[in-house]
Nanobody, 121 residues
């Protein structure tokens, strides 16, 4: 079992900044990939940013140049630094990760429960 707990959501001003964190705990031997997804009201969940174990990073076009994903491997914590916030960034942000519990266990995907980000003046 793996637990992903997001924090840092809340109300942000247009043009402002917020920082999300996701703490991973539980049976973690290897982390293959971690990422942030978001789901706005009435829309499908979409990838925001992801980072692999070898630090390959991918961003959605809508957040390139504004958001930065990073990881602290010593703490098994994922971050999303968000700058130049826009109202369209309003969504529930979910932490996602692909882990395995031992060196021979299969990789499995886990989700956090999400944290709400609202961008409004």
């Amino acid at each position: 079992q793996v637990q992903l707990v997001e924090s840092g959501g809340g109300l942000g001003q247009p043009g402002g900044s917020l920082r999300l964190s996701c703490a991973a705990s539980g049976s973690i031997f290897t982390i293959a990939l971690m990422g942030w997804y978001r789901q706005a009201p009435g829309k499908q969940r979409e990838l925001v940013a992801s980072i692999t174990s070898d630090e390959r990073i991918n961003y959605a076009d809508s957040v390139k140049g504004r958001f930065t994903i990073s990881r602290d491997n010593t703490k098994n914590t994922l971050y999303l630094q968000m700058h130049s916030l826009k109202p369209e960034d309003t969504a529930v942000y979910y932490c996602n990760g692909v882990f395995r519990a031992t060196s021979v266990a299969p990789y499995t995907q886990w989700w956090g429960k999400g944290t709400l980000v609202t961008v409004s003046s």
